[in-house]
């Protein structure tokens, strides 16, 4: 169950990355910034991009709901907050921020598309849409 989850954080968090992330190497970068080459290839690698959001997106609502969505968004605020008390991190290191930001947001959507199986394993009960 762990490694299942593990797996779905790190998947979310690629396609968060996939999509754009500080080190220039994503679909914004590579897509959208020079416009002139736009062609079927980057269109097709938008939509497929598209889909994981949608899928994702979707997942992560329908298991955690509004309220599951706001805690675990907090929980990981929360963390950040204390890795700049204990000086891990600083306002300066922007970098470093933006790539927090793209994994906060990659952890939450894996979290809500495990956390169906948390909870049918916890209660028994199962999730069905």
Not at 68 to 89: C, H, K, M, N, Y
């Amino acid at each position: 169950m762990i490694a299942g989850m593990l797996l779905r954080i790190a998947l979310a968090i690629a396609l968060v990355a996939a999509t754009w992330n500080p080190a220039g190497l994503s679909y914004v970068h590579w897509a959208l910034v020079d416009t002139d080459a736009f062609g079927a290839g980057k269109a097709l690698v938008g939509v497929l991009l598209l889909a994981g959001w949608i899928l994702c997106a979707h997942a992560a609502w329908v298991s955690l709901g509004a309220t599951g969505v706001t805690i675990v968004a907090a929980i990981i605020a929360v963390f950040v907050w204390w890795l700049f008390d204990l000086g891990v991190v600083t306002r300066e290191q922007t970098t470093v921020l933006a790539w927090i930001g793209v994994a906060a947001i990659g952890t939450v959507l894996g979290i809500g598309m495990g956390w169906s199986l948390v909870r049918q394993k916890a209660t028994g009960q199962v999730e069905a849409e």
